[in-house]
């Protein structure tokens, strides 16, 4: 694509969950095009599929896009003068359109059973036929559909369709042809009188002054239709881009037995919101340039529909945890601040969220963190009470009770060195070195027994913050009760 002039487009979610990955992407994509030609970015809902809707589940998505950082400029909450921005609010519309294409000629009712149609189906495998729906000589009337509807059976209308060839040109795979023998009378009304997607979705696009699509690859085998309805309604032809395929590292089609594939799961796990949006907006895109490391706005900057290939993606999880690991080590401290206070809302820990101070000091002793997540697997026993952890059996073994208790007798003399000292890192730490000096061990020898003792385990922050952060009262009772475990 080489154009200059403004593009509209959109995103216009399903509510079914929390927003999947490929979604984002998608809404990505959508907006970095829209603002990079200085078009507008619009968010519509499609909640027309009654029994797939989930209402709580159109909060979650704009929750997981603002996280994101993507703003709309029209849509669902923000406004616009185009709306309402759901579908299910716009029915009237929808029937207006339905209602002028049967009065045109150019589509009709239909109440073909779910029974007959998979008997026409059976008739045309057997004859190792695709099945095409054939449409009737005479046309049903209005009055026929109503008196079809009163006895049960489900009332549909079809669009009209020629069977002649559709050829649209998408961005990202070229030409692409639907052949005039596969193209039958498809259903733009369902019997519940709710729009099928491909109505809704044409119609929507229209009157909403959408002027380039970007979704999924999964749907280009169904934009035929919306080229022939949109010649049936007089619409002009949109910009056509399909986004490639997102894989898992083995090349299956990414989806939940890989691990989390939402937003919201990974913003869970403590990632960064601008590590995830970098990594993502390389799935299937490529900047052309010698860097992969982008904000935001140097997206918007450098994206181009022309460098969206047609080969699957690869959804490379080690490197989306390097990106977050870069992207922290680039924070300064009132991001990681921001991020980690959003970190636990989300997620049940002992660390006292609403402690700045003590929130700081943990992003600043935890700075090679790769997530969050790293900050309370190192830090949360800290804030648990003192007998409200277990004792790993491993870390005891190799670091207090071999080499006939070594460890258990630093313990030991620690323990009364730690009852009359002052308790601040600089005098803690120069407590520990005259220990180690006087009896000629290395610091591990001295820091690990004290660390297992305090923490359950080998894993804590550094062992002055970790004794700091404790207190003496806390450090000297977690000392007492790993050694009256030990017999001592």
């Known amino acids: 694509m080489t154009n200059t002039k403004p593009l509209n487009t959109r995103f216009a979610p399903s509510p079914t969950g929390y927003l999947h990955v490929g979604g984002a992407r998608t809404a990505l994509f959508n907006y970095l095009l829209a603002k990079r030609t200085g078009g507008r970015f619009l968010l519509r809902i499609e909640d027309t ?3 797939r809707h989930q209402e709580d589940a159109i909060p979650k998505i704009i929750d997981d896009l603002r996280w994101l950082g993507l703003t709309w400029d029209e849509g669902i909450e923000v406004g616009g003068d185009r709306g309402p921005y759901r579908q299910s609010q716009r029915l009237e519309v929808y029937n207006s359109y339905v209602n002028r294409l049967i009065d045109e000629g150019k589509a009709y009712y239909a109440f073909d059973t779910a029974e007959e149609l998979d008997a026409l189906r059976k008739v045309a495998e057997e004859k190792k036929e695709n099945f095409r729906y054939q449409r009737p000589a005479v046309l049903p009337t209005a009055q026929q559909a109503a008196s079809a509807r009163s006895e049960g059976r489900p009332v549909v209308v079809r669009l009209m369709c020629e069977s002649a060839d559709v050829t649209i040109q998408d961005d990202a795979f070229g030409e692409v042809t639907m052949p005039g023998d596969q193209i039958d009378d498809f259903i733009i009304q369902k019997a519940d009188g709710y729009p099928t997607y491909h109505l809704a979705n044409v119609v929507d696009d229209a009157l909403m002054g959408v002027t380039y699509i970007m979704r999924g690859q999964e749907f280009l085998g169904q934009t035929w239709r919306h080229v022939l309805l949109r010649r049936a309604l007089g619409f002009a032809e949109p910009g ?4 490639p395929l997102i894989m898992d590292m083995k090349g299956r089609k990414l989806s939940k037995r890989d691990g989390d594939v939402e937003v919201h799961a990974f913003r869970v796990a403590g990632y960064l919101p601008e590590a995830l ?3 993502i907006a390389l799935l299937g895109w490529g900047p052309g340039l010698d860097r992969e490391k982008f904000t935001l706005s140097e ?9 969206i290939g047609k080969t699957n993606a690869k959804f490379d999880r080690d490197k989306l945890l390097a990106f977050n690991t870069d992207a922290v080590a680039a924070a ?3 991001r990681l601040l921001s991020g980690f206070k959003d970190y636990l809302s989300l ?3 002992p660390i006292p969220a609403d402690d700045e101070n003590m929130l700081r000091k943990l992003i600043s002793i935890n700075r090679s963190m790769r997530t969050f997540a790293d900050v309370v697997a190192k830090s949360a026993v800290l804030f648990l009470p003192d007998d409200a952890f277990e004792y790993d059996p491993k870390a005891v073994e190799k670091v207090l009770t071999k080499s006939d208790g070594a460890g258990v007798n630093v313990l030991v003399e620690l323990r009364d060195l730690l009852a009359n000292a002052e308790w601040t890192a600089p005098s803690l730490e120069k407590l520990l070195q005259d220990y180690c000096e006087s009896h000629q061990l290395g610091v591990g020898k001295v820091a690990q027994p004290l660390r297992v003792a305090a ?3 080998t894993i804590s922050p550094p062992i002055f913050d970790t004794l700091v952060i404790l207190g003496k009262a806390k450090t000297l009772a977690r000392i007492n009760r790993c050694l009256a475990m030990l017999g001592r």
């Open 455 to 457: 923490t359950g385990g």
């Open 347 to 349: 997620n049940d820990t």
């Open 332 to 334: 300064d401290d009132e």
């Open 277 to 279: 949006v970098n990594f």
């Open 299 to 307: 997206l918007v900057e450098v994206f181009s529909v022309n460098r």
């Open 49 to 51: 599929d009654v029994g």
């Open 240 to 243: 056509y881009c399909h986004l």
